[in-house]
DNA sequence: TTCGTAATTGGAACCGGTTCCAATTGTGCA
DNA sequence: TGCACAATTGGAACCGGTTCCAATTACGAA
């Protein structure tokens, strides 16, 4: 007993296939008599629709794709669950590619734009390269961006410039001058253009408190906590090490603050630390940083692409989100020494 | 200009649509020249077969489906890491199914397992019920389920009691004779075996070094580092309070972490924490915990499902994976005080 | 009662693959 | 050279839906 089809249920029923369909969409063709028939044709079978023919028939996959290194980052599986709770809820399927390599990430870019495999795709922290973006267009492939820009697509990024800001003025505002700035550059096929706003705002804050950004205090490195915490120790180091250090993400903080415990340091007392995202640990190790709505990011991602599956936009369409700063216990003046050496 | 079809390119190649067909099923019974002809045809037309009229016409979905908590804990994250990498490579697609709320819960678990949706289905720490477990059996469903055991269905399960049996015996040989143990109960349908059996272990090594188990050193709750901090509370306030409390997951000890600290006590001086999973965050706050290979979990069910698919077995299998004791820095003998007391 | 129009209905054709069977071509051997 | 049999090949039928068009039925007006 294989399961039943469209034919069995019209048999049972006593109808045609074209009204069986026309019951299952809702059709408004339909006699309320033949529906009550058809429907309890279709009770009586336990008959579902298959999805592959009704895919094919249409010409649809009723499949959306995800493209992120979700993996790598703590950040990327917050919005992916945002992304989740709106697609599980619509008829779309949600097929998942995370890429850890650049092989697979080229591999993925290259096989799963076509439309016979999914309907629209959405794409996290990556960057596409040029010839990506040719063929994502070519094959008219609605494309969705979170947490990354590209003019050529919709997107859902955050106003990281603002981000940076918000970081400097709060280390401003506590009165330090010497900052330095720890980010991942990471293969350059991957995300840093999240990093470079964040440090656009936080150097303008910096130079608008009349302070000039000095390239030895940014350091750059692999996105991992061990990588940061090579690069704090550089860093604190330095002939007048800072006294405050922003991390573009909050696993970087947490390297950074390793590093500075490793150093005998204290923090916040002698050394201050924010990091970037607030993702969930960040709250249990207290740690101060510039929280971005990850989840939001998500919901409002999937959102964006399942209305753009329906009605193509004209031109691409942007949404902001914005950034907060949440002050907890890794952030506070600078030690005393240093501030009378400043004035 | 649509995209071309098997049609299409045996008319530019001059050949049979069955041979085309052959030709990309590798199929041995295709003359060399005609090869050729039928592979140049498809380079010419940038040809790729379409998924989806391959899916009906052959049957199956090459689908798989993943119903998980994901993002209640990271656990479950880094086994789906484990289980993409490895469907990543096969031809099967991976669709995920996260379940937050029992209504999504039962949602996934009564629509996703029909034979037109997926061919196969991963299911991670969620214990199907009596009706889902009949249902999947009427569908023929391969499934494996992983951090969770069911007579019923193939499995890649811990050695929990092991695991339980470590912990009791690293505290014991420490010296720790008032043990607490702090778990999640959650929504009965979820899964809490796991948590079981780990007790399970647990209490046999407390019992075979003369230690009778009381159950007020049992507390359970929520799965989150907030109810963990409660649940500590509690068992700190005993009139005979632990000096040393097993966490059945990371998340957990760190919330009895926190309240230990609250209370103006040391870790591990004067109370010692383990936990369990050894997620990534543990190494860096230097808890002590068991661990389990939480990747390796995904992929070897991953890899156990995709053979199922291609070979239902007659009975299910069982993988047991170790687990293993990392001794980091928040457990220690107990204080000296309590040495005395108890000799 | 008759006719015209609107409301329903049936089912062929189609979506783009795979598979199987019959037909055609090729090969080895007497 | 002729024949038996193996190797290739073509394409109808099928997978299970949707859709469109022609046919049938229902209904209101004359």
Chains 1, 2 share one sequence.
Request: hydrophobic content about 40%; proline content about 6%.
């Amino acid at each position: 007993m294989s399961t039943a089809t469209i034919r069995d249920v019209a048999k049972i029923a006593g109808v045609g296939i074209g009204t069986v369909s026309r019951v299952l969409n809702d059709s408004p063709d339909v006699s309320e008599r033949t529906r009550l028939k058809v429907l309890s044709a279709i009770e009586a079978l336990d008959y579902t629709p298959n999805p592959i023919a009704r895919r094919l028939s249409l010409g649809k996959t009723l499949t959306v794709g995800v493209i992120a290194p979700f993996f790598t980052r703590p950040s990327v599986v917050e919005r992916l669950r945002g992304i989740e709770n709106v697609l599980g809820a619509s008829e779309y399927d949600l097929i998942v590619f995370n890429v850890e390599t650049v092989a697979r990430r080229d591999a993925y870019f290259r096989d799963v734009p076509r439309r016979e495999r999914v309907d629209g795709l959405l794409i996290i922290s990556l960057l596409p390269d040029e010839e990506d973006v040719q063929r994502l267009r070519r094959a008219q492939m609605p494309v969705v961006l979170v947490d990354i820009s590209h003019p050529a697509f919709s997107r859902v990024s955050i106003d990281d410039v603002a981000g940076g800001r918000l970081a400097a003025e709060h280390l401003l505002a506590l009165g330090h001058r010497r900052i330095g700035f720890v980010s991942d550059y990471e293969d350059p096929s991957f995300d840093f253009t999240a990093n470079n706003r964040r440090l656009q705002g936080f150097r303008t804050a910096l130079e608008a408190a009349g302070i000039a950004w000095h390239y030895r205090y940014h350091a750059a490195g692999r996105h991992s906590l061990a990588s940061a915490r090579e690069m704090a120790h550089r860093l604190m180091q330095l002939p007048a090490p800072p006294t405050a250090i922003f991390a573009a993400s909050d696993t970087l903080a947490f390297g950074v603050l390793e590093a500075v415990q490793e150093m005998g340091l204290t923090v916040p007392d002698e050394v201050s630390v924010i990091g970037y995202d607030d993702i969930e640990v960040a709250e249990y190790l207290q740690l101060t940083t510039i929280r971005q709505s990850l989840f939001e990011s998500g919901v409002k991602g999937g959102r964006l692409l399942l209305r753009e599956i329906r009605l193509p936009p004209s031109t691409p369409e942007e949404i902001l989100l914005p950034t907060e700063l949440v002050v907890r216990e890794t952030t506070a003046p600078p030690a005393r020494s240093e501030r009378t050496i400043r004035r």
